[in-house]
Every structure is written in structure tokens, then in C-alpha cells.
């Protein structure tokens, strides 16, 4: 079946340092990928997506590359602020509609 | 951005109990999902209402059971509660059109915890 796989943490950076989270999938088809970010006591937002090979989601100084030849939607972002601290979860959505299977979460801590 | 409310935000039962928790829709959508949350892990899927339908089932057993309502508003009731279940539930509302994989907006989710 469908499954996400990302890199464990936690990630340590200090500020205005270089943050890449590793996130490969194995699927069926065609899926859609996402980003979700979970702050502390809160629900999961959604974070950027893409829905095609060689798409890229970006927000708020975040991207992703969708990559079907790695099956990989590694996210990025040059230089992070303190407020970045949160989990991130990677996501598809595949061949079952509204059925998204999360990866295990990456615990960002970014440091003054 | 997102509207999706839960209740309540923590509850403690014990074991063999039953449990409700509730969700409301974020306005427009007509599609919700419940997802468990066990700690240090990523949300599991334990199933998606649309038009008052179950539209999809995750690996969880039958004591795992949901309704929507007209106004989209959704429960989820767990029976016969185990250790195991204790965990975060977060429930997740969308827009079903066509065959698009739309997006999820989330509650913030109910912590539930079984002694």
C-alpha cells in the first residue's frame, strides 16, 4: 500500500540557518503530495502541495519539489526563523480519495 | 484559514468505556475525516463521511464508528475503549468535487486518554 517516509528528528538549527526535511513515498499512480506543519496544541495546517511531477508547492519561504524518478518531495527553506519550530509531516493522497497517509513527522527546533 | 472546531479538547475515560467526540465543518465543505494521532507519530486514518456516507475506511476496528449530519457536522464513537486508543483525534474537513484530491483543514483535535 501507500506509505510516506521521512527523516527522523529532531532537527536542531540555529536562525537564518538552511533547513531541508527528507520525504520519499512509495504509491500507486499518480498521487498528490502535501506539507503539513503542526505547531504545539494545535491541529496540522496545511503547509504547500503539488499534484504533478516536477511541480512545486512554496509558502512562506518553504518549497518542494514534486520528483517522480526518486519518488521524493524533500522540503526546503533557506533561511528559518525561531517561529519555524513545529512538527512537519509529509503527506499523499492517492488512488483512495481523501484517504492521506502521513509520514511520522519531523520535529524542527530552530534556536536564537 | 481553517474552521473546523472540535469538542471537546481533552477528555480521560477509563477502560471498556464508551467515548464521543464531535466536529464541526469548516463552512462549505462537505466532506470530513477522522484521523488518530498517537504520540510521536503521524496522524492514521480511520475513516471520511461524504453525504452522510462512510466514503472510506481505515485499518481500525468496527468499535470505531462515525455519523455525519445534514449540516456536515460529524461524531466520532469509539467502544469498548483500550489503552491502546489513547491518543490525539483530529478531525479534518473537505471540499469533494470530481475526482480532485483536495486538501485537508483540521481541527485542532480532541487529546483523549484511557486509564
Known amino acids: 500500500g501507500d506509505s510516506v517516509t521521512q527523516m527522523e528528528g529532531p532537527v536542531t538549527l540555529s536562525e537564518e540557518a538552511f533547513l531541508t526535511i527528507n520525504c520519499t513515498y512509495t504509491?500507486?499512480?499518480?498521487?498528490?503530495l502535501f506539507w503539513y506543519v503542526q505547531y504545539p496544541g494545535e491541529g496540522l495546517q496545511l503547509l504547500l502541495k503539488?499534484?504533478?511531477?516536477?511541480d512545486k508547492g512554496s509558502n512562506k519561504g518553504f518549497e518542494a519539489t514534486y520528483r517522480k524518478e526518486t519518488t521524493s518531495f524533500h522540503l526546503e527553506k533557506g533561511s528559518v526563523q525561531v517561529s519555524d519550530s513545529a512538527v512537519y509531516f509529509c503527506a499523499l493522497s492517492g488512488t483512495s480519495w481523501g484517504k492521506f497517509q502521513f509520514g511520522a513527522g519531523t520535529q524542527v527546533v530552530v534556536t536564537p | 484559514e481553517t474552521g473546523v472546531t472540535q469538542s471537546p479538547t481533552h477528555l480521560i475515560k477509563t477502560r471498556g468505556q464508551q467515548v464521543t467526540l464531535r466536529c464541526s465543518s469548516q463552512s462549505g465543505h462537505n466532506t470530513v475525516s477522522w484521523y488518530q494521532q498517537a504520540l510521536g507519530q503521524g496522524p492514521q486514518f480511520i475513516f471520511q463521511y461524504y453525504r452522510e456516507e462512510e466514503n472510506g475506511r481505515g485499518n481500525f476496528p468496527p468499535r470505531f464508528s462515525g455519523l455525519q449530519f445534514p449540516n456536515y457536522s460529524s461524531e466520532l464513537n469509539v467502544n469498548a475503549l483500550e489503552l491502546d486508543d489513547s491518543a490525539l483525534y483530529l478531525c479534518?474537513?473537505?471540499?469533494?468535487?470530481?475526482?480532485?484530491?483536495?486538501?485537508?483543514?483540521f481541527g485542532s483535535g480532541t487529546q483523549l486518554s484511557v486509564l
Open positions: 479534518a474537513s473537505s471540499f469533494k468535487q470530481g475526482a480532485t484530491n483536495e486538501k485537508l483543514f
Open positions: 503539488a499534484t504533478k511531477a516536477d
Open positions: 504509491a500507486t499512480g499518480y498521487p498528490s
